[in-house]
């Protein structure tokens, strides 16, 4: 004699439950994104703290900043995985992941990951200062595990964000899709931070500089162009990582400093920034609108090189006459920044500043340059334009 089973009775938690349930989803999504922009707010500071004044101790207010961006999207999507793992509903479960047992949003455990990898290079960074001294690179390797962590926090911060887009009713939809494209912008910000030391003005009439552009940028940007429910989201990612990289070259610099370590050839008495971000919002528009024209109507393949084609024809527009203007003395006040000298920067190194780097013995011509550029371009695109399509349907 067989026992009869009956099928597992389908539950569905009450609309207020539900409604509960959403509003912790979104404040933790919220909670995560002022967690990157914390972040992103104190590698940007920390560089300008080392520019100015040097490596003088852990505890500078930049590192603090930093350590507490990933400490508050660490600890909440760890309270959110446990409380989702032993105090929730079926419902709540079914829209998380599992990890060892426990349950959570993707972001969350990427955060989660995130955090570790900060913290690990808290004290790693303290003793390769000690032993070594100061840097003079900003990818040393515990700066590059630390570059992780902070990756993994943006990332986990746009995951969270993209899934209560992907969730959220119609009126709720535009709210979350601008969230999303201001952290689009700090994931975009961290290319750029990344790239600082092979994007110097001088560098700007080179083949690679372009080459190393192709390589990071057209990824982002054609990626948050399918992603993002706005009509302009590329541009809306680009203008946010615009704003957010002048206000902290305009804010910063208004602070006093004075250098702590020789040796000393600048006379600094404030903040030293970044340089001039660069202009990727031009070619944004110009995806934008390539995307808007041709996406779902040609293949991926194809409009991937039409991305790379567009990116690559209207940055070289804009940022070639830009770098000319840079080395002008008409460049060198508080709007554009042309004249941030490092303190420990000598005079040899000054006048190499203000010249275009000459292409070297036996290097490719510049349009070899150009045309692996393109192709370089072409992957990127292509890839995030599969990793756009993907992130559509992104819910957990």
């Not at 995985?81 to 992941?97: I, N, Q």
Request: proline residues 5%; glycine residues 8%; charged residues 15%.
């Amino acid at each position: 004699m067989t026992a009869i089973t009956r099928p597992r009775r389908q539950t569905y938690p009450s609309p207020s439950i539900a409604a509960s349930y959403a509003a912790r989803r979104a404040l933790h999504a919220y909670a995560c994104v002022f967690a990157a922009l914390c972040v992103m707010v104190g590698v940007y500071w920390d560089i300008s703290w080392h520019m100015s004044i040097g490596r003088d101790t852990f505890w500078t207010p930049a590192h603090l900043l930093i350590q507490a961006g990933g400490l508050i999207a660490g600890v909440s999507s760890g309270y959110v995985a446990l409380r989702t793992t032993f105090a929730s509903g079926d419902a709540e479960k079914d829209s998380t992941v599992s990890f060892w047992g426990f349950r959570a949003p993707l972001g969350a455990w990427i955060s989660v990951w995130g955090c570790l990898a900060m913290l690990t290079s808290a004290p790693f960074d303290n003793w390769w200062h000690d032993a070594y001294g100061l840097d003079v690179k900003i990818i040393s390797p515990p700066h590059t595990i630390l570059a992780v962590g902070i990756f993994a926090i943006v990332v986990g911060a746009l995951l969270l964000t993209l899934a209560e887009q992907n969730r959220a009713r119609e009126a709720d939809r535009g709210r979350f899709a601008w969230l999303l494209a201001a952290v689009a912008g700090m994931f975009i910000m961290n290319y750029a931070l990344f790239l600082t030391e092979y994007s110097e003005r001088r560098m700007m009439h080179s083949g690679w500089f372009y080459g190393l552009a192709c390589a990071a940028f057209p990824f982002g940007l054609a990626m948050m162009s399918r992603a993002i429910r706005l009509r302009w989201s590329a541009t809306a990612a680009a203008g946010f990582y615009t704003v957010l990289m002048l206000g902290l070259m305009w804010i910063i610099g208004l602070f006093p400093a004075t250098p702590k370590l020789g040796p000393i050839y600048q006379h600094i008495t404030h903040m030293v920034t970044l340089s001039f971000p660069l202009l990727i919002i031009v070619p944004a528009v110009g995806i934008d609108l390539a995307m808007q024209r041709l996406d779902g109507r040609v293949s991926d393949a194809a409009l991937a090189v039409i991305v790379a084609v567009v990116f690559l024809a209207l940055f070289m527009a804009a940022q070639w006459p830009f770098a000319s203007f840079l080395m002008t003395p008409a460049a060198r006040n508080r709007v554009f920044n042309a004249e941030n000298y490092v303190y420990w920067m000598g005079p040899a190194y000054e006048a190499l500043q203000n010249r275009f780097d000459p292409a070297p013995r036996g290097a490719w011509p510049f349009g070899v340059h150009l045309a692996i550029a393109l192709a370089i371009g072409s992957v990127m695109s292509f890839l995030g334009l599969r990793r756009g399509s993907w992130m559509r349907h992104v819910r957990r």
